[in-house]
């Protein structure tokens, strides 16, 4: 069955740099493109990034330049870095997918999500 | 900066019908936006409930349907059932990868 399965919780200082990852199972990590969404407490969804099959990435413009994510295709994982963290960086980060035919291809889109990891940012 | 909208909140009675709406800051939403709609009970990961306008996924119940209304995304739940409380996301897409989530809506169910 379809597997996303995150790293555990993480607490940082201000100004670290955070590693959450993301393994998949259960379906062709190659196949789709993978997202990064992120949700601060008490509040909504915030799109942060996407990474395709071959490496390339792409981040909401709020992130660029501290957001980087990276694949490691022989172990089916996913991995996203945020660095200088401040305390608007808490939150629950999630990893998700989306076909790589989309939307050439009417597909499920964001049909499976990891279970979230908490990232506390605090002194 | 892309502003996706949704009503805050909204109630609804048991076995009533409503309708949430999903509005962007560029102009009309239409099927280029691919919205998708997620439904989110406290202390859950979002479940992903409609995607591309009206396509379902395999566990989505059959009272819940996506359209586009007045140029923006609509969710509608027919036969609101106690269970179906909780937040609502839509998200769209805007290119080059690049998705936008909604604020969300607090569906109340009394």
């Known amino acids: 069955q379809v597997q996303l399965v995150q790293s555990g919780a993480e607490v940082k200082k201000p100004g670290a740099s955070v590693r959450v990852s993301c393994k998949v199972s259960g379906f062709t990590l190659s196949d789709y493109y993978m997202h990064w969404i992120r949700q601060a407490p008490g509040q909504g969804l915030e799109w942060m990034g996407i990474?395709?099959?071959?490496?390339?990435?792409g981040s909401a413009r709020r992130f660029k330049g501290r957001f980087a994510m990276t694949t490691d295709m022989s172990t089916s994982t996913v991995y996203m870095q945020l660095s200088s963290l401040t305390s608007g960086d808490s939150a629950v980060y999630y990893c998700?997918?989306?076909?790589?035919?989309?939307?050439?291809?009417?597909?499920?889109?964001?049909?499976?999500w990891g279970q979230g990891t908490l990232v506390t940012v605090s002194s | 900066q892309t502003v996706v909208t949704q009503e805050p909140s909204l109630t609804v009675s048991p076995g009533g019908t409503i309708t949430l709406t999903c509005a962007s800051s560029?102009?009309?939403?239409?099927?280029?936006?691919?919205p998708n709609w997620f439904q989110q009970k406290p202390g859950q990961a979002p479940r992903a409930l409609i995607y591309s306008i009206s396509n379902k996924h395999s566990w989505t119940p059959a009272r819940f349907s996506g359209s586009l209304l007045g140029g923006k995304a609509a969710l509608t739940l027919s036969g609101v059932q106690p269970e179906d409380e909780a937040e609502y996301y839509c998200q769209l897409y805007y290119g080059s990868g690049s998705w936008e989530f909604g604020g969300g809506t607090k569906l109340t169910v009394l």
């Open positions: 990474i395709d099959p071959t490496g390339s990435t």
């Open positions: 998700a997918r989306v076909p790589n035919l989309f939307p050439s291809v009417t597909a499920p889109l964001f049909d499976f």
């Open positions: 560029t102009g009309a939403v239409t099927s280029g936006f691919y």
